[in-house]
């Protein structure tokens, strides 16, 4: 049977109507980019399958079809696989609402096995959106009071085990990370809003918001991009290299993105990723498209490398390919396996979702694409939680990781260093 379209309309929603709209959909997803060209926000929810297991997430196979041209995504998988094992969480969703932020025009899209129930439901919930609205344009994260969940006596401690495994040669990078916590008394209203004001202060191009349960809320406003998969091209972009950002980037600011430390940090990532892209691509199709660039964000500045790849289809699929690269390697280390033993050891608070990924897999055109789950929030039982971190090498001092962690998420905590 081919995967086909047979159901498709324009329709703009404002703000307050996706508000509205998410807050009655159960295990609702937003996924939001505003990068340019390639800027799309991604609505939907009441999945017809959910899953808990990576090996469930499969696509069909028999047909292939590009009826319906422009958008990200139509309907597919869409779902999280956290850093920490068994917390994953994926749903198939036969329906949704795509926004170009170019063209400002907006698609509602239903696939041929939505059933008419399905339809019928999400078309009265868009209809209904417009009245009782939840809207708040006021309220953000940082409203929340939040702390650090660990002393700073503690991740000193951290700091100094981990530069002795350096030392030792054991690694020669690692990801060290410290988490952050509030009391967050929100509903789901409430996270949604947050959500939709903090990405637009953020200018992230890899945000999500995803409800895995009734409780539980994951809020991105990455940056990083981790794995895409386009017309059978692999690509990631990872990020090693920080600076507070106070507006533009200034000469000082990017001759300290560009020294010796920040760039030998990078390569090391760049060619643990290539190493990762090259068991699942095509022999000798792994390129280094940028090396060093830099991207700027409300909180940071980036430094910022792209590599690419031809997937081997042979032996591999976007979503396997996904598995057998993941997590990345800008929040783990290298060696990679060795980093993360050291990561699990070192670190007082497990990540949970923090550093794993959120992704989609679009079954109209197998196309894929993931984040790294940084910048991230955590809502689960009245209580939230972030973290932020950064890669350690040799000559990593304290004070300015222990501060470039805190940068990191400044925009979401309000925390100053």
Not at 182 to 202: E, M, P, Q, V, Y
Not at 221 to 228: D, G, K, R
């Amino acid at each position: 049977m081919t995967n086909t379209f047979n159901a498709s309309k324009e329709l703009t929603l404002t703000n307050e109507q996706i508000v509205n709209l998410i807050c009655k959909l159960k295990h609702a997803i937003y996924l939001k980019s505003l990068n340019g060209r390639d800027g799309w926000s991604i609505i939907s929810g009441n999945p017809s399958r959910i899953s808990v297991n990576p090996n469930e997430v499969t696509l069909n196979k028999e047909g292939y079809c590009d009826t319906v041209t422009g958008q990200s995504f139509t309907s597919g998988w869409i779902g999280v696989n956290g850093y920490d094992k068994k917390f994953f969480f994926a749903a198939y969703y036969d329906w949704s609402y795509s926004f170009c932020h170019e063209s400002n025009e907006g698609w509602l899209y239903f696939s041929e096995t939505c059933s008419k129930e399905t339809r019928n439901a999400v078309n009265k919930l868009i209809e209904s959106s417009s009245s009782n609205s939840d809207l708040n344009q006021n309220l953000t994260t940082r409203a929340l009071d939040w702390k650090p969940s660990q002393s700073f006596s503690q991740y000193n401690s951290s700091f100094a085990k981990l530069k002795d495994y350096i030392f030792a040669g054991d690694c020669y990078q690692a990801n060290l990370t410290q988490r952050f916590e509030a009391n967050a008394k929100w509903s789901k209203g409430d996270a949604i809003n947050a959500f939709l004001n903090d990405t637009d202060r953020s200018m992230a191009n890899y945000c999500a918001f995803i409800e895995i349960e009734a409780n539980n809320f994951l809020l991105s406003l990455s940056p990083e991009q981790f794995l895409q998969c386009h017309e059978g091209t692999l690509q990631s972009k990872p990020i090693k290299g920080t600076v507070k950002a106070n507006g533009a980037l200034t000469t000082k600011q990017e001759q300290e993105l560009l020294s010796i430390k920040n760039k030998a940090e990078n390569l090391m990532i760049v060619d643990l990723l290539r190493n990762d892209l090259g068991k699942v691509s095509e022999t000798g199709s792994v390129t280094v498209e940028k090396l060093f660039d830099i991207e700027s964000f409300s909180n940071v500045h980036h430094l910022v490398s792209t590599i690419k790849s031809k997937l081997n289809r042979a032996r591999y699929d976007e979503f396997s390919a996904f598995l057998n690269c993941f997590p990345g390697g800008s929040i783990t280390g290298a060696p990679k396996i060795r980093a993360m033993e050291i990561i699990k050891e070192i670190e007082k608070h497990p990540r949970r979702y923090y550093c794993g990924s959120i992704f989609y897999w679009d079954d109209r055109t197998n196309n894929f694409d993931s984040n790294i789950l940084i910048r991230t929030v955590e809502l689960i039982n009245n209580k939230a939680y972030c973290w932020a971190g950064g890669g350690i090498v040799a000559d990593s001092e304290l004070m300015s990781e222990y501060q470039e962690s805190i940068n990191k998420v400044r925009h979401i905590t309000g925390i100053n260093p």
